[in-house]
Structure formats: C-alpha cells, structure tokens
C-alpha cells in the first residue's frame, strides 16, 4: 500500500500517531536534530539530514531503571520496574538505522540472552523509514555503502518513507506496516505516478554514493585481528584521540553500559547507563587493574570490536556506515580511514 | 506552617565548633534550623560538598572557619576564602541566590557570634524562601 | 551491613528537658543497620559506660553513635569506652545534642526535630567509618619554656628537677620577668625579691636548664612529641662566654638610655645589667643609646674590659633545638593608659601607673625605695583608681583580678612610708583569695579612705599648680566628688604581652576576645591547648595574682612532663593518604600543606603523604580535583553522607 | 599576517630542522584528515611524517592537551596558537610540563573557522589574542593592528540577565550534556585521570546525563578550572551538543582576574591561584 500527505501537513499525521500512542520524531534543536518524544505534533521536523544521536535510544534509552529498592528493607521489598508500553512509532529514522536495530537485535532479542526492555519497546514499535534526499549532496562522513546499506533501502522498516517534492510517500513494507498504513485515514490514496516516483526513487537510491570501500566482513576481520599487535600502527591511528564518548554515545550500534546503583535518602534504583569503551576507566576492575590503560588500545578495541570480534561471533559487521562517530569526532577521527588503512596495513 | 529552612552548617573543629559549643555552654538561645556538620578545618571543605549540599536540598550553606591568620593549620582558611569565593561566584553566575552561600569566621570564644550569625542567616534565608533550583527531585 | 548501636543520653535534664530522649532513641531503632537503640541518664556515668560495652557484646556492634554532649568534651572518654569493648576507637560517633541542641533551644518539638537530622547524619556517617590504627611516634625528652618570669621560672625548675633538660627562652636580658619589679607581694607582704631570686639562681645553676635570655622563638615547626624550634639569639655585643660579670665597662660607659626595668622613671648606662640580682649577671650592649653605634667612636667599654668580651660586630644568631613539650608563659603588660585622657596619665607628671609604683617603694628603684614623685617631693594626698581599662565595656570587659589586692597593698606601703592620706576608688573590692579579705579588713583599720565609685576623671586644679583633682561619684552616698591630691596611681587593666600574638600564630594557639590564650576547656583542662603538646601557664592565659600563676607553672610542668616521660606517643589516626591509582600528579597536595607531608614521587609520578608530618586538617584532599586523597576519618565519602543523613528530615 | 600556506611551510621547515638534528622526538601539529576540511590533531615523529602536516584555517585544536600524553623528559616541538600558549604556560606553572623540554612554535594568527559552523572563532568563545605569549620560534608575523578583541564583553548580556533567568539558561543548557565529556578530554587543563566525576569512592554524582549529575559535574568542572581555563574555547567546539561552556568559564576566568589580580596562563612564574592566598586578600571576595 502506499500512501502520501504533504510535507506541510505532517503534523496531522503526527497527532493521528499520538492519539494511537508514543510519537518519536525528529525535531530541531539549536543546531541540529535528534529524536524525541513529541508532545507537539507541529515540533516533527523533516528538514534534516540525518539526527546528531542515533534513534538506538527508542529501544535502548540513556538510562534505563531496573530496580528500586530501599536501604535496610529486605530484596523481596523492592520493586522491578515493569514497562507499561503504549503503541509507539518511530517516525523518520534513515535506512542505515533502521539497519542498525536489526544488528542490535542480535544482542537484546537473539538466542541467548533476551532484554525485555529491549524487546518490549522493540515490539511496541512500529518503524517509519525515511530515504535520504537524493537530491541533495551526501556528507562526507558518510559510508554506508560501503556495509551494503543504501540511500533508500526499505528493509526493516514497517513503513518506508520517501520525499516527494511536498509530499511524503509512504508505502508499507510489513504487514505490521499495512494494518496501520490501512488506519490513517488521515493520509492521501498515492497515485500511479507515485507508485512509479517511490520504485524509481528505491532503484536510484543504489545511484547515491557515499565513500566506498569493497570490504569483505571476513576478510576484514582477519585482517584486523592480524593487525592487532601492531602497535604503531594503532598509535598512529589514536594519536589525536581524545578518549572521549561521542562516537560510542552517538554510534547506533554500540550498546555497552553500566549498572549503576544510585541512592539518595535511603531510596534507590539499580538503574543500566550507556557506557563508552573510550572510557578510561572503562575496563577498570575492581582490584584496580585496568587492561586497556592506553587510548590506541581502547580504539583498537573499538574498531576491532565493530569491524572483527562481531564478525567473528555474529557473522556481521557492527557498523552500519552512518557516519555519526565521524562527524561528531573533535579532532575528525574517521573509522573509515582506519579501515581503509587496515587493509593497507 | 511557615518555612522552616533547612540549614547546612560545615564548621571547623578548632573555631567555630568549639565557637557553637561555647554557645550552648553560655545557654544562647537561636533558631535550631542549621546542622553543622564537623571537619577540621574549613580548608577541608571541598567546593563539590557545597554543590552537593545544595542538592540534597539545603535552603542555606553556613560555612565557619578560625578568622584569617588565627587558623590551627596556619593558613587552611586562607585557601579556603580563596576556594569558597570562587565556589560562591559560580554559583551566584548559575543563578542561585548568592545570599544562600555565606562564610563567617568565628572563633571559639565568640559563641555571642554564632549565635548571631545562625539568628541572621536563617532569618536571610527564611526571606529568600525554600532552594528548589539545584534540589533534587525525587 | 554495619550494626550500629545508637545510645542516647539525658545528661541528667540537661538534654532530657528539651529534646525528648526516648522518643529520639526510637527514631535511631527505625533507622536502617541500627541494631540497639537506647537511652539512659547519664552515659558518661560507669553504669552507662557498662552499657555501652555490654551491648557491643551481646548485639556484636560494629559502630557505636553516642548521642550526648560535644565530642570535644567525652570524645576520648567514649573511644576508651568502645576500645575495652574490642572495638576500634575510630568506629565510634558522638552526635552533639547538648552544647549544640539542648542548651540553645527552649522549644523541645525544636530540639528533638533538629537532634533526629543529627542523628540520621551520624548514622549515615557511622555506615562508612573505618577503623583506623593511631600512630606511635618517639618523643623527645626536653621541654621548652618560653617567658622566664615566675611561672617559667617555676615550671621550668619543676621539670628539671625531675631530670628532664628544659629551655627556658626569655626575651629580656634577665629573667624574672614582673615579679622580679614587684617590692612587696600581697597579703603577706613578703619581699618580692627575697621569694624571687633564690629561684632565678637555681635557674642558672641547674644543670639540666639551659638559659636562653635575650632570645626569642623565631620559627616553630613539627608536632607534639617532635617540635623543631629555631631561636634568635639576639647580639647583645657582648660575648658572654668571655665576660665574668666584673661590670667596670658599665661603670665606664657614658651612654644614656631609658631604664625599662624601672618603668622609664630613670636613665641607665647604654650598656647594662638591668638590675643588681639580673641573672644571667653579664650586660648587654643597647644599640639604641651606645655612643659608638650613634656617633661611630666611643669604645670604652672595649678599652676596659679585660676579657676582651665586648664584640661591636656580633650579629643576630639562630639556634635550633628539638623538644617534646612546649609550655607558654609570655606574662603580660599593663595597658596603655596614655589614650585614656581623662586619666591626664602621661600628660601630669603626678600621675603614675602601677608598676611605676612597684619601683618607687623598691629599695633597688629610682628612688631607692622612698616614695618621692617625679618633682623630687613627698606627697602628701594619694588616689589610687582601680579598673582602668578593665571591667569596661569600652576597653577590656574583663576583670584584672590582681588590682583590688596591689592597690590595698600600695596603701599600706604608702602609709607605712609617707604620712599622705590614701583614697582607694573602686567599683567593688574584690578579695577572693586566701588572707585577702583579712588583708582588706587590716587596711581598713590602716586609716585608708574607701570611696565605692570609679575615679572618672583627673584634672589639674586650677587654684594650686601641680596639685591634680580626682572626679569621682561616690555611688555609696550618690555623691559626685572632687578630691585634691598629689599623686594619682592608676590599675591599668592587664593585657597579654604585645608579642603574644606572634607566639600564638607561630605555635598555632588561639586566643580569646582579650586575647589571652584559650585553653582547651576552661574547667578541666584549663592549662592545655587545642595544639597538641603546647602548654600554657600563668598570666598569659588570663590575670591572675602569684599563687595562681605558681600552681599554673606547676600543672604545666606535669602536664608536659606527662608527654615527654614516655619515649613513645599514640596520635590521632585522622591523617591523609594518596590513593596513587587515582592521584593525577597535579601536585596541588605538594603546594598546600603547611607543612610539607606531601611529597611527589617523580618516579611514579604521584604524590605522597609523609604520616609523620600530616597533622589532618584535610585541605590537601579538598584541593585534589581526582579525589585522590583520603582525609581519613573525613573522607569525602564520609562528609557527604553525613551531610545526606543531616538533610534528609 | 602571514597567510595559511606560509605557515604550513614554516611549520614544515622547522618540524623537519628540529627532527632532522634530533632536538626533538615528537612534533605536536596538525595533519590531514578524511578531507580538506577536517584536518586533525597531529603528531610527526620522523622526517617522513613531516609532509603530513598541514595547517589551514580548521586548525583550531589546542595541542597543548596532547603535551602530558608524553613521558616525562620527552623533547617536544608544539605548535601553538595565542590561546594555546597560554595553555602551555600554565602546564608549565603546573610542572606538568618542563619549559626545557619544550620548543614552542608560535603561530600568530587570525580568522580560524569552527569547521562545524564556519564561524570564524573570536574573542567571543576564545580569549581573543592573535599572538602567542610565549614561544621560541614564530611561525609568521605578528599580528598587529587588529581591533583590541576584549574576551569578556560576551558576558555582559548574561550578567545583566536576572538570577532566576540564568538558572533558566543554565538549567537548560547543562541538561543537555549526554555526558560524553568531550568538554573535558578536549580541554589542555583537564588531565586528571580518572576525573572526579568517574571515581565511585566517593560517587560524586549519577552517570546517568540528568539534571543532578550533569550539575555536579559541570560546577565542579568550572571550579576545577577556576584561575586555571585559559579561554581556548576547545570545550564548546567538542561540545556535541553546543553547550556554551565558554561563557561559564570566561565568567569565572574573569571573577579570578578580579579577585586574584592574576590571569591564568601568562607567566611561568605564576601560581595557580586557587592552591595560593595572599595574607591580605581580602573578606570582601566572599561578600
């Protein structure tokens, strides 16, 4: 089914989706876009290219509280947090994103160990994909081309969305997709015309290049574990890193964290914080021991995380080429260069 | 019920502690609106413990050190005039009431002014009204 | 987990009347890890202490709260408890609800509302305190003395009697300090000298005293135990190792300068002994008024002596000694009564102060010991003005205590060697003392005039030149009056010697409004100071007349006696430590510290703490911005949860 | 001034002299990035390394935050601009630095851009000097003639604003930071490690990027770097989340000036203020 409304009036369909529930969108903030919980339809923001955090946070947020419990109370009185979902849509979110949940899911929703937060908001969820503009110049920083992602990919989307002059297309892609296509009533009968514009937009998208690089996942992660006791070639590679968590925090794939236990009058919540392998203190053990104590190891252990080990135990690459790490770096730190120089190395 | 602000008083062991316990021992009477917590000096006082302080909802931070040059460490509260001054501009920049930070030095022989200045500084701070901006919200 | 004993006492109704103790001790048993909760009437009692230690048995305490007086007063008293119980002595908690709660508030909702948030705090505090091993140290055996007047003079003799090595530092050429002025000594009327000088010879012959007279302490460093002291010796330009005290050069010089000894009433030789029984007997040369040292030529007193011991180039020296024990007794001056004008003291030659009298009756004073005034003549009316400066709101609230006694003194002397009329004009006559009220009532029967009122006012009488008229209302008859006399004495009150103030800041003491130094409590330990090891004795800590400041000296003695008679010592454990896995080698630490305990490792490129030198004031860990460094016993941990607890009601 | 390109050739020439005869092992500049636009921070090691070094307009790293990732004792050539040198000088105050290991390349220089907004960088979030104040070798002319840039007029608007207001602000502001703490990796004075904020004894404040803990840690920064923040701006260009740092910090630099009579970062014989006192400072600065 496709479907389209113009641009100008988005923010009646936000208000439709926030009648059926949660509305997470992008809106503008002082100098960039991320995602948030919309409380004002008229705040959605399509102008954008793409958002300065990953949408990862719909799934998996900053902060997620577990437990609450009282200092001195026996553990049967505390209270696990139980979430109450409301129908949620997560509206906009690029191809390489909508990429990256599915990699995420390895790790929240696969065999082995299952989150229920993860999986809950996962399935509460319904994905509104958001081709790229074509039409306008791709960043620099960018490189999901080269992990086979491209510019208009519907895969994994419920409902994929693509920019038609005014107008917005939007063609379900799941049956999940459909059933609610079906619902907004709100939203315009897509002509032949259009049907045409959203398949020749789909194939054109292949056209829209980003930075490539042939890499082979494993290939590259032989590659990368042969490397790993080069040292200077790592220390080359970190020497303007600040160690900083910019690109973990913004990096739709990176999904470690902390549990942290905060207390404060007696009262308190056993809370999951993102954590940033580019921590110092990171890998700090409890006897005071910190293996990676130097930051070409701790960029090592990133790149080789993403771009090795994840190949190696999941099959696929932990990258989906957004370009956020890069884009966000103080000192423009670019892991596609890294990887590019890897497999010169 | 009116206000009844709660006080953070942080006091050195050799001045104004011993100061307060004066008070008590000569039977001066103030409101009982201040805890003083006990350190050795004020140079003790990290500008962090005031931040905190002010999170955990403490209308007013009373802080009392020896007077300058008369301190037992020879010169603790002369870094910490220093370090409190500094403490009280950036919060007075982040929009606190300044008035909420105030640093008296008061010896052990002047109970009389410790008296005064917990009668004062809770009266000052009963007019500026309960501290909700760094407080946090549970 | 801890398990904490909470123990709440009534100290009698002082606490028990606005703070409602028992409902306190229930609070303290809902508070989490709180295991005991109790309240009894007077914890401090042996059957409280008996309690303590019982329940940290029977409910195996791991921290025990006592919620009492100020841990300034039973501290110590409740570590000792807690430590025959098996328990660290760091593991105990005193919260403060009598000087801090009880005694100043009326309203008992108050009390007990605010004595629960200090509880809550302790509790907080108590949940992360460690127990924390005291270090031993060695002591040095030798004791200094600073102030060579009677109550140096005694402390000093009493230590080393018992064979510690004193030094005894004295600012003067001689010692004796005051009393050494003084012609008789109230009630008894004993001469002052004669009680006096055997003394300051035992001094100079006791082996175990080394004398250090034209002196003063320049620099102090170190702690209790281990105090490194450097001394200026000042150039008397005289080297006293030569000279044997014939004194022909004091004979020959033709200098003049100002007697301090006697008060300024006459001028001696530039170089001088400042009196006959001076001990050390050997003179020093007085830049200020020695001829060669104004005009450049003289050297008389080098052309006489026959032990070449004169010496015009000696310089100031320093001389570093190491103790264990201090003890200050600095003494103190009288007032300047000069801005006080309407005494005309300065301003009318027949006005003197008191000690200016004490010369004028010794037979080793200016006058030889007959009471004549500055125009050579005998008076024949004589005031004596008590409480001058003291007892005033406008100079010094406090009394002088000595006065009352010198000024019935001075009347009888005065009536035992002139044929004046004595008028004494006072506020109240103050005669507290063993014989001092039979000495007051001897001195009524002596024919000395009484007058209740304070002297207001000294003027010259404009019928007779020279002769001065005292303003005064009798507040007996309400009657203002105006007696013509001849010589007026004023009491000055007594204020702490001028260079007190560098003693304190160099040994750390704090002083009071007067200031005179605080001792660490004024009943129970009313000799020590809030420095560990520093001892003071006799008028600097406030005035007070010979006996008093005798059995000062004494106490002193045995108090620093009690330090330096062990070869070891426990200090407190509170010190600061580097965490070196957390320390960024900013080295603030190495900046701070008055006294150097941090040093930085250049090597593993972190600071560290000599314990030995840390004394624990923590400033050290405030300006570590990596919270590397732990206060003990004040953590950072510590503080900010005791300031949760405190705010959390 | 010197233009771009002939300071990269100076920059060139000395890093390869001072390499070449051994003077130093490490040249801290900057080199290319993945573009022309994103140079990056940039370490030359040997003669080889040196055609890698560029410097254009983008450059506005501070270098002096690379200069304690070195052993003590190494010999390192560092390229600073006017608000960098100050941050070595007060690294060199801090004996974080020796001045003898050090040979500094002045850079005078005007117009650098935010490469994030193409906004030349003024006296607005730097402290709005065009010459270094200390170095041993420059790089081009000094730049002279340029309107007096005062670096605290920027604060006027918010002193002026009413307290309530500026709680607003700030309040806002900091509630921003996702606590990536590129702020304080960015920053030449923040080299403690761990950071007070990371220690868990004691836990200063939540990890989490909330209300509390981001006003610990921000305040605490601030004072942290009270007398010491030489007004580089570095902070706010890191900032993901353009939290205008710069303005907190140019205030407190400004309070300290006035207070201590001393600005941070212009003399090797300095003290930094907060771990000194005068005897007669005076009890009003608490007022």
Same mark, same amino acid.
């Given at each position: 089914m496709l479907k389209k409304t113009a641009i100008e009036n988005i923010s009646q369909l936000a208000a439709v989706l926030m009648e059926k529930?949660?509305?997470?969108? *992008?809106?503008?903030?002082?100098?960039?876009?991320?995602?948030?919980?919309?409380?004002?339809?008229?705040?959605?923001?399509?102008?954008?290219?793409?958002?300065?955090?990953?949408? #990862?946070?719909?799934? +998996? *947020?900053?902060?997620?509280?577990?437990?609450?419990?009282?200092?001195? #109370?026996?553990?049967?009185?505390?209270?696990?947090?139980?979430?109450?979902?409301?129908?949620? +849509?997560?509206f906009g979110v690029r191809p390489c994103d909508v990429k990256s949940f599915e990699i995420m899911d390895i790790h929240f929703n696969a065999a082995g160990i299952i989150d229920p937060y993860w999986r809950a908001r996962r399935e509460a969820t319904t994905i509104f994909g958001y081709a790229y503009d074509i039409n306008q110049p791709v960043d620099s920083a960018d490189f999901y081309n080269t992990l086979g992602i491209y510019a208009a990919d519907p895969e994994g989307s419920d409902i994929f969305m693509v920019k038609k002059d005014k107008e917005l297309?939007?063609?379900?892609?799941?049956? #999940?997709?459909?059933?609610?296509?079906?619902?907004?009533?709100?939203?315009?009968?897509?002509?032949?015309?259009?049907?045409?514009?959203?398949?020749?937009?789909?194939?054109?998208?292949?056209?829209?290049?980003?930075? +490539?690089?042939?890499?082979?996942?494993?290939?590259?992660?032989?590659?990368?574990?042969?490397?790993?006791?080069?040292?200077?070639?790592?220390? #080359?590679m970190s020497a303007a890193c600040l160690s900083c968590g910019i690109c973990t925090f913004s990096c739709p794939n990176c999904y470690c964290f902390d549990i942290c236990d905060d207390t404060l009058f007696g009262k308190g919540t056993r809370s999951r914080v993102w954590d940033a392998c580019m921590f110092t203190d990171f890998t700090l053990e409890a006897s005071g021991h910190n293996p990676r104590t130097q930051v070409y190891q701790r960029l090592r252990q990133k790149v080789s995380h993403k771009y090795s080990y994840h190949v190696r135990k999941y099959g696929v690459i932990s990258c989906v080429g957004c370009g956020r790490c890069t884009r966000q770096c103080p000192v423009n730190i670019d892991i596609y260069s890294i990887i590019e120089a890897a497999l010169k190395a | 019920?009116?206000?009844?602000?709660?006080?953070?008083?942080?006091?050195?062991?050799?001045?104004?502690?011993?100061?307060?316990?004066?008070?008590?021992?000569?039977?001066?009477?103030y409101p009982q609106n201040v805890r003083v917590v006990r350190v050795m000096c004020s140079s003790r006082i990290n500008p962090s413990f005031i931040f905190r302080a002010f999170q955990l909802g403490a209308d007013g931070v009373l802080i009392g050190g020896c007077h300058p040059g008369d301190c037992h460490y020879n010169t603790g509260n002369l870094y910490a005039r220093r370090r409190l001054a500094t403490t009280k501009k950036i919060l007075e920049f982040a929009g606190l009431e300044p008035g909420r930070l105030r640093v008296e030095w008061i010896s052990a022989s002047e109970g009389n002014k410790f008296a005064e200045v917990v009668e004062e500084f809770t009266m000052q701070i009963k007019n500026l009204g309960p501290q909700s901006k760094l407080k946090i919200q549970q | 987990m801890s398990r904490i004993g909470v123990f709440v006492c009534h100290c009698g109704l002082n606490i028990a009347k606005t703070v409602r103790v028992s409902e306190l001790a229930e609070f303290a048993a809902t508070l989490p890890d709180v295991v005991v909760a109790k309240d009894y009437k007077f914890m401090c009692s042996t059957p409280g202490q008996e309690m303590i230690q019982h329940d940290i048995k029977q409910y195996n305490l791991d921290r025990v709260i006592v919620t009492a007086c100020s841990p300034l007063m039973h501290e110590k008293t409740f570590r000792?408890?807690?430590?025959?119980?098996?328990?660290?002595?760091?593991?105990?908690?005193?919260?403060?609800?009598?000087?801090?709660?009880?005694?100043?508030?009326?309203?008992?909702?108050?009390?007990?509302?605010?004595?629960?948030?200090?509880?809550?705090?302790?509790?907080?505090?108590?949940?992360?305190?460690?127990?924390?091993?005291?270090?031993?140290?060695?002591?040095?055996?030798?004791?200094?003395?600073?102030?060579?007047?009677?109550?140096?003079?005694?402390?000093?003799?009493?230590?080393?009697?018992?064979?510690?090595?004193?030094?005894?530092?004295?600012?003067?050429?001689?010692?004796?300090?005051?009393?050494a002025q003084f012609d008789k000594t109230f009630p008894t009327l004993d001469c002052s000298a004669c009680i006096l000088t055997p003394k300051m010879d035992n001094v100079l012959q006791h082996k175990n005293i080394t004398m250090l007279t034209y002196c003063e302490v320049s620099g102090v460093k170190g702690y209790v135990g281990n105090f490194d002291i450097t001394i200026k010796q000042k150039a008397r330009y005289v080297d006293h190792s030569k000279c044997n005290a014939c004194l022909a050069c004091t004979e020959k010089c033709p200098g003049k300068g100002v007697s301090e000894w006697d008060e300024a009433l006459v001028k001696r030789k530039s170089i001088y002994i400042p009196f006959p029984q001076a001990v050390p007997q050997k003179p020093i040369i007085d830049r200020e008024s020695c001829t060669f040292f104004k005009k450049g030529k003289c050297r008389l007193c080098e052309k006489v002596c026959e032990q070449k011991a004169i010496?015009?180039?000696?310089?100031?020296?320093?001389?570093?000694?190491?103790?264990?024990?201090?003890?200050?007794?600095?003494?103190?001056?009288?007032?300047?009564?000069?801005?006080?004008?309407?005494?005309?003291?300065? %301003?009318?030659?027949?006005?003197?102060?008191?000690?200016?009298?004490?010369?004028?009756?010794?037979?080793?004073?200016?006058?030889?010991?007959?009471?004549?005034?500055?125009?050579?003549?005998?008076?024949?009316?004589?005031?004596?003005? =008590?409480?001058?400066?003291?007892?005033? %709101?406008? =100079?010094?609230? =406090?009394?002088?205590?000595?006065?009352c006694m010198y000024s019935l003194k001075f009347a009888h002397l005065f009536k035992e060697k002139t044929s004046a009329d004595v008028y004494q004009l006072y506020i109240d006559m103050r005669a507290a003392g063993k014989g001092y009220e039979e000495f007051y009532n001897r001195l009524s029967e002596e024919n000395v005039k009484f007058i209740r009122g304070k002297g207001a006012r000294v003027t010259e009488s404009t019928e007779e030149p020279g002769r001065l008229i005292v303003e005064a209302e009798d507040t007996i008859t309400s009657k203002f009056m105006k007696i013509p006399v001849d010589m007026v004495v004023l009491s000055p009150a007594i204020v702490p010697r001028a260079e007190s103030k560098d003693i304190g800041r160099l040994l750390n003491l704090s002083t009071d409004k007067q200031g005179f130094f605080m001792e660490r409590h004024p009943k129970l330990a009313p000799l020590s100071t809030m420095s560990e090891g520093i001892f003071i004795a006799g008028v600097c800590q406030g005035p007070k007349d010979i006996p008093d400041t005798v059995a000062q000296a004494l106490g002193a003695a045995a108090e620093a006696l009690t330090i330096v008679v062990n070869d070891k010592m426990e200090l407190e454990a509170t010190t600061a430590m580097v965490n070196p896995a957390s320390c960024c080698g900013c080295q603030n630490c190495v900046r701070v510290c008055p006294y150097g305990a941090p040093g930085f490792n250049y090597e593993k490129r972190v600071s560290e703490i000599n314990e030995a030198l840390c004394k624990g004031c923590g400033l050290c860990a405030s300006v570590c911005p990596s919270s590397a460094i732990i206060a003990r016993h004040f953590t950072n941990e510590q503080v900010l949860a005791e300031m949760e607890g405190l705010m959390e009601f | 001034m010197t233009d771009f390109k002939k300071i990269e050739e100076n920059l060139k020439t000395?890093?390869?002299?001072?390499?070449?005869? &051994?003077?130093?092992?490490?040249?801290?500049?900057?080199?290319?990035?993945?573009?022309?636009?994103?140079?990056?921070?940039?370490?030359?090691?040997?003669?080889?390394?040196?055609?890698?070094?560029?410097?254009?307009?983008?450059?506005?790293?501070?270098?002096?935050?690379?200069?304690?990732?070195?052993?003590? &004792?190494?010999?390192?050539?560092?390229?600073?601009?006017?608000?960098?040198?100050?941050?070595?000088?007060?690294?060199?105050?801090?004996?974080?630095?020796?001045?003898?290991?050090?040979?500094? $390349?002045?850079?005078?220089?005007?117009?650098?851009?935010?490469?994030?907004?193409?906004?030349?960088?003024?006296?607005?979030?730097?402290?709005?000097?065009?010459?270094?104040?200390?170095?041993?070798?420059? $790089? &081009?002319?000094?730049?002279? &003639?340029?309107?007096?840039?005062?670096?605290?007029?920027?604060?006027?608007?918010?002193?002026?604003?009413?307290?309530?207001?500026?709680?607003?602000?700030?309040?806002?502001?900091?509630?921003?930071?996702?606590?990536?703490?590129?702020?304080?990796?960015?920053?030449?004075?923040?080299?403690?490690?761990?950071?007070?904020?990371?220690?868990?004894?004691?836990?200063?404040?939540?990890?989490?990027?909330?209300?509390?803990?981001?006003?610990?840690?921000?305040?605490?920064?601030?004072?942290? $770097?009270?007398?010491?923040?030489?007004?580089?701006?570095?902070?706010?260009?890191?900032?993901?989340?353009?939290?205008?740092?710069?303005?907190?910090?140019?205030?407190?630099?400004?309070?300290?000036?006035?207070?201590?009579?001393?600005?941070?970062?212009?003399?090797?014989?300095?003290?930094?203020?907060?771990?000194?006192?005068?005897?007669?400072?005076?009890?009003?600065?608490?007022?």
């Open positions: 529930g949660t509305l997470l969108a *992008p809106v503008k903030e002082v100098s960039c876009h991320n995602f948030a919980e919309i409380s004002d339809p008229q705040k959605v923001d399509l102008k954008f290219y793409n958002t300065l955090m990953s949408p #990862k946070s719909a799934f +998996f *947020p900053h902060r997620e509280d577990f437990v609450k419990y009282k200092v001195g #109370k026996p553990l049967s009185e505390a209270e696990h947090t139980i979430l109450n979902l409301k129908p949620a +849509f997560l297309l939007l063609k379900s892609i799941t049956p #999940k997709g459909e059933k609610l296509l079906a619902e907004l009533s709100a939203l315009e009968k897509a002509s032949s015309g259009d049907e045409k514009y959203y398949e020749d937009y789909i194939k054109k998208g292949k056209d829209y290049k980003t930075r +490539f690089t042939c890499v082979d996942s494993e290939v590259i992660a032989k590659k990368i574990e042969s490397i790993f006791d080069n040292t200077d070639f790592w220390t #080359k | 019920m009116s206000f009844e602000p709660k006080i953070l008083g942080i006091a050195c062991n050799w001045c104004t502690y011993t100061g307060a316990d004066l008070a008590g021992t000569t039977r001066l009477h | 000792k408890v807690i430590e025959n119980a098996g328990l660290n002595q760091y593991l105990l908690t005193i919260v403060n609800i009598r000087e801090q709660v009880s005694w100043v508030t009326t309203d008992i909702e108050e009390g007990t509302a605010k004595s629960k948030a200090l509880l809550n705090g302790a509790v907080y505090r108590a949940r992360l305190l460690a127990p924390l091993t005291s270090r031993v140290i060695d002591v040095n055996p030798d004791v200094m003395v600073i102030g060579a007047g009677i109550a140096g003079i005694q402390a000093a003799l009493e230590l080393a009697n018992t064979g510690k090595k004193v030094y005894l530092v004295e600012k003067n050429s001689t010692i004796g300090g005051h009393m010496d015009f180039e000696q310089q100031d020296t320093f001389i570093d000694v190491k103790v264990g024990a201090i003890i200050v007794a600095t003494g103190f001056d009288l007032m300047d009564t000069k801005p006080l004008v309407q005494y005309g003291y300065g %301003k009318y030659p027949g006005v003197y102060n008191s000690l200016e009298v004490e010369r004028l009756f010794n037979s080793a004073g200016p006058t030889s010991g007959k009471v004549t005034m500055r125009d050579g003549k005998e008076p024949q009316s004589i005031a004596i003005l =008590h409480c001058i400066g003291s007892r005033d %709101k406008n =100079h010094h609230e =406090h009394c002088s205590r000595v006065c | 000395e890093a390869g002299r001072l390499l070449k005869e &051994g003077l130093v092992t490490v040249v801290l500049s900057y080199g290319k990035g993945f573009d022309e636009n994103h140079p990056m921070p940039y370490a030359a090691k040997t003669i080889a390394d040196v055609e890698n070094i560029v410097f254009n307009q983008y450059c506005n790293y501070n270098m002096a935050r690379y200069l304690v990732r070195y052993p003590q &004792g190494t010999k390192i050539a560092i390229a600073v601009k006017a608000a960098d040198s100050r941050a070595v000088i007060q690294l060199i105050q801090e004996e974080k630095v020796k001045r003898e290991n050090l040979v500094i $390349l002045g850079i005078p220089v005007q117009g650098m851009k935010n490469p994030k907004t193409g906004e030349v960088i003024d006296s607005k979030t730097t402290c709005g000097l065009y010459n270094p104040v200390l170095y041993d070798i420059l $790089l &081009g002319e000094e730049v002279h &003639g340029q309107k007096n840039a005062l670096p605290y007029e920027v604060l006027a608007e918010y002193e002026a604003m009413d307290k309530d207001a500026r709680w607003e602000f700030w309040e806002k502001e900091l509630n921003k930071c996702i606590r990536c703490y590129a702020c304080r990796k960015a920053c030449p004075m923040c080299y403690c490690d761990p950071c007070f904020i990371d220690q868990s004894k004691p836990k200063w404040a939540d990890k989490a990027p909330q209300s509390p803990g981001n006003m610990m840690y921000h305040l605490t920064r601030f004072h942290h $770097l009270a007398g010491r923040c030489i007004d580089c701006g570095e902070c706010s260009r890191a900032c993901p989340v353009d939290i205008p740092l710069y303005l907190f910090h140019k205030k407190v630099a400004k309070e300290c000036e006035e207070m201590f009579n001393q600005k941070a970062g212009m003399s090797i014989e300095d003290k930094p203020v907060l771990v000194d006192f005068r005897v007669e400072d005076s009890d009003k600065i608490l007022e």
